[in-house]
Protein backbone atom coordinates (compact mmCIF):
# COMPACT_ATOMS: atom_id res chain seq x y z
CA UNK A 1 0.00 0.00 0.00
CA UNK A 2 2.08 2.08 1.14
CA UNK A 3 4.28 1.98 -3.00
CA UNK A 4 1.19 2.88 -4.45
CA UNK A 5 1.05 6.00 -2.15
CA UNK A 6 4.46 6.99 -3.30
CA UNK A 7 3.46 6.36 -6.76
CA UNK A 8 0.39 8.51 -6.62
CA UNK A 9 2.37 11.05 -5.13
CA UNK A 10 4.80 11.02 -7.53
CA UNK A 11 2.14 11.42 -10.68
CA UNK A 12 1.06 13.89 -9.04
CA UNK A 13 3.36 16.54 -7.44
CA UNK A 14 3.49 19.24 -9.79
CA UNK A 15 0.03 19.69 -9.79
CA UNK A 16 0.15 21.82 -6.87
CA UNK A 17 0.70 25.48 -7.20
CA UNK A 18 1.87 25.13 -10.98
CA UNK A 19 -1.95 24.30 -12.19
CA UNK A 20 -3.88 26.98 -9.86
CA UNK A 21 -1.20 29.53 -10.80
CA UNK A 22 0.38 28.98 -14.30
CA UNK A 23 3.78 29.90 -15.36
CA UNK A 24 3.18 33.76 -16.18
CA UNK A 25 3.00 34.88 -19.74
CA UNK A 26 4.34 38.51 -20.64
CA UNK A 27 3.60 40.03 -23.55
CA UNK A 28 4.08 43.47 -25.18
CA UNK A 29 4.78 44.86 -21.45
CA UNK A 30 1.81 43.21 -19.64
CA UNK A 31 2.17 39.89 -17.69
CA UNK A 32 -0.25 37.55 -17.58
CA UNK A 33 -0.67 34.46 -14.81
CA UNK A 34 -3.64 32.35 -15.06
CA UNK A 35 -5.73 31.23 -12.45
CA UNK A 36 -7.70 27.73 -12.31
CA UNK A 37 -9.64 26.32 -9.69
CA UNK A 38 -8.01 22.17 -9.69
CA UNK A 39 -9.31 19.18 -7.62
CA UNK A 40 -7.72 15.86 -7.71
CA UNK A 41 -9.33 12.75 -6.19
CA UNK A 42 -8.22 9.43 -6.19
CA UNK A 43 -9.70 6.15 -4.20
CA UNK A 44 -8.95 1.97 -3.60
CA UNK A 45 -9.89 -0.91 -2.27
CA UNK A 46 -9.43 -4.62 -1.97
CA UNK A 47 -11.52 -7.82 -1.11
CA UNK A 48 -9.75 -10.23 0.99
CA UNK A 49 -12.62 -12.82 1.54
CA UNK A 50 -12.55 -16.60 2.07
CA UNK A 51 -11.83 -17.07 -1.48
CA UNK A 52 -8.72 -17.92 -2.99
CA UNK A 53 -9.51 -15.21 -5.57
CA UNK A 54 -9.21 -11.36 -4.08
CA UNK A 55 -10.39 -8.63 -6.13
CA UNK A 56 -8.93 -5.26 -6.00
CA UNK A 57 -9.33 -1.79 -7.71
CA UNK A 58 -8.45 1.93 -7.68
CA UNK A 59 -9.07 4.76 -9.70
CA UNK A 60 -8.69 8.61 -9.64
CA UNK A 61 -9.52 11.81 -11.46
CA UNK A 62 -9.31 15.76 -11.51
CA UNK A 63 -10.66 18.60 -13.04
CA UNK A 64 -9.31 22.29 -13.82
CA UNK A 65 -12.38 25.44 -14.18
CA UNK A 66 -10.39 28.27 -15.76
CA UNK A 67 -11.04 31.43 -13.23
CA UNK A 68 -9.30 34.40 -14.78
CA UNK A 69 -5.69 35.99 -14.53
CA UNK A 70 -3.73 38.13 -12.90
CA UNK A 71 -2.77 41.06 -15.23
CA UNK A 72 -0.29 42.74 -14.04
CA UNK A 73 0.67 46.32 -16.64
CA UNK A 74 1.71 50.24 -16.15
CA UNK A 75 -1.64 50.64 -14.10
CA UNK A 76 -1.02 48.00 -11.62
CA UNK A 77 -2.02 44.46 -10.97
CA UNK A 78 -5.88 43.55 -11.19
CA UNK A 79 -7.81 40.36 -11.75
CA UNK A 80 -9.64 39.87 -14.96
CA UNK A 81 -12.11 36.70 -14.71
CA UNK A 82 -13.21 34.52 -17.18
CA UNK A 83 -16.99 35.13 -17.46
CA UNK A 84 -17.88 31.97 -19.04
CA UNK A 85 -16.11 30.04 -16.42
CA UNK A 86 -17.86 32.59 -13.35
CA UNK A 87 -21.00 31.62 -15.89
CA UNK A 88 -21.01 28.25 -15.72
CA UNK A 89 -20.04 27.80 -12.49
CA UNK A 90 -22.75 30.70 -11.46
CA UNK A 91 -26.13 29.61 -12.97
CA UNK A 92 -26.07 26.07 -11.13
CA UNK A 93 -25.49 27.34 -7.73
CA UNK A 94 -28.23 30.14 -8.75
CA UNK A 95 -31.04 27.60 -9.43
CA UNK A 96 -29.98 25.22 -6.12
CA UNK A 97 -30.67 28.15 -3.77
CA UNK A 98 -33.61 29.53 -6.07
CA UNK A 99 -35.09 26.19 -5.17
CA UNK A 100 -33.74 26.43 -1.48
CA UNK A 101 -35.41 29.80 -1.34
CA UNK A 102 -38.88 28.85 -2.90
CA UNK A 103 -39.22 25.39 -0.48
CA UNK A 104 -38.10 27.52 2.36
CA UNK A 105 -40.85 29.99 1.66
CA UNK A 106 -43.50 27.26 0.73
CA UNK A 107 -42.64 26.20 4.35
CA UNK A 108 -43.45 29.14 5.95
CA UNK A 109 -46.41 29.93 4.20
CA UNK A 110 -47.88 26.71 6.25
Given amino acids: ?3 LTLQLADAV ?3 GVR ?3 GEPIELDGVTLVPVALSQFGFGGGSDTGDTDEAAGGGGGGA ?4 LGAYVRDRNGIRFEPNVIS ?3 VG ?3 MWVA ?3 LA ?3 RALKK
Avoid: H, Q, T, W
Fill in 1 to 3: MAN
Fill in 13 to 15: KGA
Fill in 19 to 21: SVY
Fill in 63 to 66: FNIP
Fill in 86 to 88: LLA
Fill in 91 to 93: IPF
Fill in 98 to 100: GKA
Fill in 103 to 105: RVI
